[in-house]
C-alpha cells in the first residue's frame, strides 16, 4: 500500500470525526438581585433556551453597594431559577459567592442527540 494514500485517508478520516463532534459552550447571563418576576421569567426562558440546544448556563447574580448585605435575596432567586427550570436542568455548581458576584453553572439534563448519520449506519450494519 501506498504510505501517502494511507496518511489522506487518515487525514480524511481524522477530519470526518471531527466534524460530528458536539461541542458545548458555556453561556452566561448576568442579572441584579432587584429583578421584576416577569424579568426573571424571560431570563428563565433565556437558560431554557441555552440547555435545550446542549449547552451550558453560568448564571452570575451582581451584587453592587448595599445589596452586597442581602446576599440571601440572591439565594433565593437562584433556588427560585432553579425550581423552575425543575427536570431540564441538572446544577452542575451550586450557587456560591465569589466577590460580589454568585455564580452556579447548568448543565442540560439529557444527554445530547446522536448526528442523523450515524443512525442510518448502525441500522444498515444490523440488516445485513
Do not use: W
Not at 500500500?1 to 466534524?19: N, P, R
Not at 448576568?30 to 429583578?35: A, Q, S, V
Not at 450515524?118 to 444490523?126: C, G, I, L, T
Amino acid at each position: 500500500m501506498d504510505f501517502g494514500k494511507f496518511q489522506y485517508e487518515q487525514s480524511k478520516k481524522l477530519h470526518s470525526m471531527k466534524q460530528h463532534q458536539r461541542t458545548g459552550q458555556v453561556k452566561e447571563l448576568k442579572f441584579r438581585p432587584h429583578i421584576n418576576e416577569h424579568d426573571l421569567d424571560i431570563k428563565i426562558h433565556y437558560v431554557e433556551r441555552f440547555l435545550e440546544e446542549g449547552n451550558k448556563a453560568k448564571i452570575a447574580l451582581v451584587f453592587r453597594g448595599r445589596e452586597m448585605v442581602r446576599y440571601e435575596v440572591g439565594a433565593e432567586l437562584l433556588k427560585k431559577m432553579i425550581a423552575a427550570l425543575g427536570p431540564k436542568a441538572i446544577v452542575e455548581s451550586p450557587p456560591k459567592l465569589e466577590g460580589s458576584n454568585m455564580t452556579m453553572v447548568l448543565a442540560p439534563a439529557n444527554a445530547p442527540t446522536r448526528p442523523a448519520g450515524k443512525d442510518e449506519e448502525d441500522s444498515s450494519e444490523v440488516a445485513e
